[in-house]
């Protein structure tokens, strides 16, 4: 079994109830993207400022290249909603709303609606077993996507 396959089963494991699933389907994809906001949001030094660069951009190499090393299809994928993740950050930006506070409400709210959804199913999450599962959960539901559209991941 590729190991693509193996942490998809595992994470899905805890992901059976049909209300935990479309809870993960909107908290999910909104997680990442509050995350990289939020890292966004960190001071940069000005030689990256030179760049029009932040910390979010240099942390999205990394996990994109985690992503791609999964399954050139999900890498793709997260790599849309990293994009997109990116273009809603400067909609805030443009509309003067604070990023950072923003997207630490959202963070909670969505973090809240996570372990609601949990206990509705009944188990703990994923990445209480191992951290790697945080990163897992992107990928898992970019899978249900690609299988939607019959695209093998």
Do not use: C
């Not at 001071?43 to 992503?67: G, N, R």
């Not at 950072?100 to 999450?125: D, T």
């Amino acid at each position: 079994m590729r190991r693509v396959d193996a942490l998809l089963n595992e994470y899905g494991e805890s992901h059976q109830n049909k209300t935990n699933i479309y809870i993960h389907a909107i908290a999910v994809p909104a997680i990442y993207f509050v995350s990289l906001a939020l890292i966004w949001s960190i001071p940069t030094p000005a030689f990256l400022d030179h760049f029009d660069v932040t910390w979010a951009h240099v942390a999205a190499i990394p996990v994109l290249w985690y992503y791609f090393k999964l399954s050139g299809p999900i890498g793709a994928a997260m790599t849309l909603l990293t994009i997109a993740s990116f273009g809603a950050i400067k909609l805030l930006v443009f509309y003067g709303i604070s990023v950072w506070q923003f997207s630490l409400g959202l963070f909670v709210i969505m973090w809240i609606l996570q372990f609601i959804g949990h206990h509705i199913e009944g188990k703990k999450p994923s990445f209480f077993k191992d951290l790697q599962f945080l990163l897992v959960g992107p990928a898992w539901w970019w899978g249900h996507w690609l299988k939607r559209l019959n695209i093998q991941y």
